[in-house]
């Protein structure tokens, strides 16, 4: 039986109006399921835990954005159980990563399907945080302030009730350039170190998108075994600006103030800390140290080929 665990608030209420499709859908076509339909993350890890002792649920589908799912991935890692998306989110990195269509009853499709692509974590450390876990991608430094400032923010909610999304990233990058200090970066990857002046972000990624769409480290392939980070740095504010449109079809990588690095693990320091935040919820701070943790999630995704 598939366990539907629903964020009826993520999207801004887009969960609620996608879970009544599905539920319907499952109505009519007669198939048996179980629901947590939870008002917060902890009441919806604290009823999975609960269903899955049962040993009856042969897959967990989530209906929600990333920060949903997020907030799920030590459950569904440990228990080793298949996991399914619904998106419903404001930026569904998630399932444009894995390929899963926004259409709910395409989706709900995917899910009973059955078909699973086993897929890499990126585990985090810092001194905020000493184990979390992120599907997406984690946010340090600029990019980390502007998922600060649309997470719960007014323009955000708007931005959902008019269907996009993805703009409140945008809005959210602006109102951060205009408070944001850039400051030498070190990153070491697999022992070897970098250094940046200004450094703006350093994106740590295990898909090739991030913020909406954003396409932040292109050749980043969920079950490739490696992190790939994204460090912007050496630049004007300006020249951000001119770089931001870039991110939409993945043609920064080509200027001299982008640096590509990969690798299994990755530590970033910096003088004053900067923000980082893991599929769009708070990861804590620099000093952050990322390792890829490969094949830890069977990912109900298309069948390939
Ligand atoms: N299972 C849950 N039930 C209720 N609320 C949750 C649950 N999980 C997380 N939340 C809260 O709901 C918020 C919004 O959820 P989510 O991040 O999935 O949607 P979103 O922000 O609209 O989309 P996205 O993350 O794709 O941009 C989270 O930031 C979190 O505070």
Same mark, same amino acid.
Not at 43 to 54: F, G, S
Not at 64 to 82: E, K, Y
Not at 111 to 127: K, Y
């Given at each position: 039986?598939?366990?539907?665990?629903?964020?009826?608030?993520?999207?801004?209420?887009?969960?609620?109006?996608? =879970?009544?499709?599905?539920?319907?859908?499952?109505?009519?076509?007669?198939?048996?399921?179980?629901?947590?339909?939870?008002?917060?993350?902890?009441? !919806?890890?604290?009823?999975?835990?609960?269903?899955?002792?049962?040993?009856?649920?042969?897959?967990?589908?989530?209906?929600?954005?990333?920060?949903?799912?997020?907030?799920?991935?030590?459950?569904?890692?440990?228990?080793?159980?298949?996991?399914?998306?619904?998106?419903?989110?404001? @930026?569904?990195?998630?399932?444009?990563?894995?390929?899963?269509?926004?259409?709910?009853?395409? !989706?709900?499709?995917?899910?009973?399907?059955?078909?699973?692509?086993?897929?890499?974590?990126? #585990?985090?450390?810092? #001194?905020?945080?000493?184990?979390?876990?992120?599907?997406?991608?984690?946010?340090?430094?600029?990019?980390?302030?502007?998922?600060?400032?649309?997470? @719960?923010?007014?323009?955000?909610? =708007?931005?959902?009730?008019?269907?996009?999304?993805?703009?409140?990233?945008?809005? @959210?990058l602006f109102?951060s350039l205009a408070?944001f200090?850039?400051?030498?970066?070190?990153? &070491?990857?697999?022992?070897?170190?970098?250094?940046?002046?200004?450094? =703006?972000?350093? !994106?740590?990624?295990?898909?090739?998108?991030?913020?909406?769409?954003?396409?932040?480290?292109?050749?980043?392939?969920?079950?490739?075994?490696?992190?790939?980070?994204?460090?912007?740095?050496?630049?004007?504010v =300006?020249?951000?600006?001119?770089?931001?449109?870039?991110?939409?079809?993945?043609?920064?990588?080509?200027?001299?103030?982008?640096?590509?690095?990969?690798?299994?693990?990755?530590?970033?320091? !910096?003088?004053?800390?900067?923000?980082?935040?893991?599929?769009?919820?708070?990861?804590?701070?620099?000093?952050?140290?990322?390792?890829?943790?490969?094949?830890?999630?069977?990912?109900? &995704?298309?069948?390939?080929?």
């Amino acid at each position: 039986m598939v366990l539907f665990v629903v964020n009826e608030s993520s999207g801004n209420g887009r969960g609620k109006k996608v =879970w009544a499709k599905v539920e319907a859908q499952l109505h009519k076509r007669g198939i048996e399921y179980h629901t947590v339909v939870s008002s917060s993350q902890d009441e !919806a890890v604290i009823r999975m835990e609960e269903l899955l002792l049962t040993g009856k649920m042969k897959a967990v589908a989530v209906i929600g954005g990333d920060g949903t799912l997020h907030g799920l991935l030590p459950l569904l890692v440990a228990s080793g159980i298949p996991c399914g998306l619904i998106p419903a989110g404001s @930026g569904n990195d998630t399932s444009r990563a894995l390929g899963i269509p926004r259409n709910p009853i395409r !989706a709900l499709d995917i899910i009973l399907a059955g078909h699973t692509r086993r897929i890499d974590v990126l #585990e985090t450390t810092s #001194e905020q945080y000493k184990s979390q876990i992120t599907l997406t991608a984690v946010a340090v430094g600029l990019d980390g302030a502007v998922a600060a400032d649309v997470n @719960g923010s007014g323009y955000k909610r =708007w931005c959902n009730k008019l269907g996009v999304g993805s703009l409140a990233y945008i809005i @959210g990058l602006f109102r951060s350039l205009a408070v944001f200090k850039p400051q030498s970066i070190t990153v &070491t990857i697999d022992g070897v170190t970098h250094d940046f002046t200004r450094g =703006w972000l350093s !994106a740590i990624s295990n898909v090739s998108t991030y913020g909406g769409g954003l396409k932040i480290c292109p050749k980043a392939l969920p079950d490739d075994n490696l992190l790939h980070t994204c460090i912007v740095h050496s630049c004007s504010v =300006w020249r951000i600006l001119l770089i931001f449109p870039t991110l939409l079809n993945g043609s920064h990588v080509k200027q001299p103030y982008v640096t590509i690095l990969s690798g299994r693990s990755v530590r970033i320091d !910096a003088p004053k800390p900067f923000v980082a935040f893991g599929d769009g919820e708070p990861s804590g701070h620099t000093p952050l140290i990322a390792t890829i943790v490969p094949a830890q999630l069977d990912f109900l &995704t298309e069948a390939s080929g």
